[in-house]
């Protein structure tokens, strides 16, 4: 058996363990040191100490100290800990609530506050597990109350909470930058047209939905609407300091000011304000950001560093390049090259999650974008939001997880999947319409950087 077919021998046994239930990083490590070992084998095992005798082991120890000294990186635990900082301040329950007395009027209006809320709590965050349980236990209650549809309402709250993997300042962003070799302040720049087109299509998508069918989506009763001054009053107290943060730690990257680890500094100190402000600080809340911060940094960690050495090795044996043969070998187009790479990603997102898609496949398609003609920058957008799709999917749909996981015996699964559907096709709409208009994502970065020269 040849290197290159050992190669996909590697990646064909990595996804069949990760359908059969196995932990994806541990996985990857394992699977990468195991095919390592047999990838610089050299022979000649004569005692004990001869077995770590093999470069896995340097390599191992190399991509770990590269993930701990990344500077880009050291925005993720920074992001995170501004994330349930808000999260455990009561800010989103407060705006939720305004939110949906403000847009009572609107078809909808308990869907149409979740995804605004979604929509902002993921630029506060960027994390799609911590948007989809809090809206699960916060919005899907009030809305099974008003008498909502159960798989209307479960699909609204698992397409918005992905929303965090694309609105800066998106963790997948910083990460992708840290892969591609690109500037993260460009890919900031070129995802927030996109992120607020996404969030806009799947608004516009619940009002029609409900215009056509008002029974899904009931009007509140008058007589729990309170006073106008009153719903406006609290709008302003619980929208307007979290837009004022966002809008400092955003504006200060896309500016130029800082480096998304020193914006991402600022927005964990402007979270620990808000909750003074609000009144909701405590020490026990504290410990808890601290401690959710810490365990979801090292699972992010542990799939670098697996992913990484996965990826290392799966090059090494020329896995890479064989699968860059084969596509360049079809003689495409730049739009079918595009396609099918899109393609990949989006079956990929049935089984894996959006890290290994990036840290493993991602870099397949790299190399092969001044062949095509195509804009690292515009790709990257595409390959964003496909991977919302990675969230949505089934059977592997992880938002549908995280709702079923807060709610239990309140819904089914299918019935969360039936609500997710929709979204799927307003995802592939919105990557459609992007390729048309390449403007949507590359306008912002070319007026902030000026135009990209490779």
């Known amino acids: 058996m040849t290197d290159p077919q050992v190669a996909i021998l590697m990646l064909t046994l990595f996804i069949g363990l990760v359908l059969l239930g196995f932990p994806i990083a541990f996985t990857l490590l394992a699977m990468g040191v195991g095919f390592g070992y047999y990838a610089y084998f050299q022979g000649g095992i004569e005692t004990v100490s001869d077995v770590f005798e093999n470069n896995v082991f340097y390599l191992l120890n190399q991509n770990t100290y590269s993930v701990m000294e990344n500077d880009i990186l050291v925005a993720i635990p920074l992001f995170l800990f501004m994330g349930y900082v808000v999260e455990r301040a009561n800010i989103v329950n407060k705006l939720f609530f305004s939110l949906q007395m403000a847009a009572r009027n609107l078809p909808g209006s308990m869907a149409i506050a979740a995804l605004v809320t979604c929509a902002v709590f993921a630029t506060a965050s960027g994390i799609v597990g911590a948007v989809v349980t809090l809206m699960g236990l916060l919005a899907y209650p009030a809305m099974a109350e008003a008498k909502y549809d159960k798989s209307f309402a479960a699909g609204v709250i698992c397409a918005g909470g992905t929303l965090g993997i694309l609105i800066p300042p998106s963790i997948m962003l910083i990460v992708y930058a840290a892969i591609a070799e690109l500037s993260p302040l460009r890919l900031y720049a070129a995802a927030v047209f996109p992120g607020l087109m996404l ?52 504006g200060s990257i896309l500016g130029g000011l800082a480096t998304p680890a020193e914006a991402a500094a600022m927005g964990a100190m402007g979270g ?104 690292p920058y515009f790709f990257a957008m595409l390959v964003a939001l496909n991977l919302q799709t990675s969230f949505l999917t089934p059977p592997m749909a992880m938002s549908a997880y995280y709702l079923k996981g807060v709610l239990k015996d309140e819904i089914e699964l299918m019935d ?39």
């Open 199 to 250: 969030a806009g299509l799947y608004m516009v998508y619940v009002i029609g939905r409900v215009m056509m069918n008002p029974k899904i989506a009931p009007k509140p009763p008058e007589e729990n609407v309170p006073p106008p001054r009153e719903i406006y009053l609290d709008l302003l107290i619980s929208f307007v300091p979290l837009v004022v943060l966002i809008s400092l730690v955003l």
């Open 272 to 375: 620990l304000v808000l909750a003074v402000i609000y009144r909701s600080f405590s020490w026990q809340k504290l410990k808890e950001s601290v401690f959710l911060t810490a365990k979801a940094t090292a699972m992010v960690c542990w799939l670098f560093v697996g992913s990484w050495t996965f990826a290392s090795i799966f090059s090494y044996l020329g896995g890479h390049t064989i699968i860059e043969h084969w596509v360049i070998g079809m003689d495409l187009e730049p739009w079918q090259f595009l396609v099918l790479a899109q393609l990949i990603i989006f079956f990929l997102g049935w089984p894996l999650e959006w890290s290994e898609i990036l840290i493993i496949f991602v870099p397949i398609f790299l190399p092969m974008l001044d062949t095509f003609g195509v804009n």
């Open 416 to 454: 969360i999947f039936k609500g997710i559907m929709p979204y799927l096709g307003i995802v592939i709409f919105s990557m459609v319409l992007m390729y048309q208009f390449p403007g949507i994502a590359l306008w912002l970065p070319d007026v902030l950087f000026g135009e990209y020269i490779p």
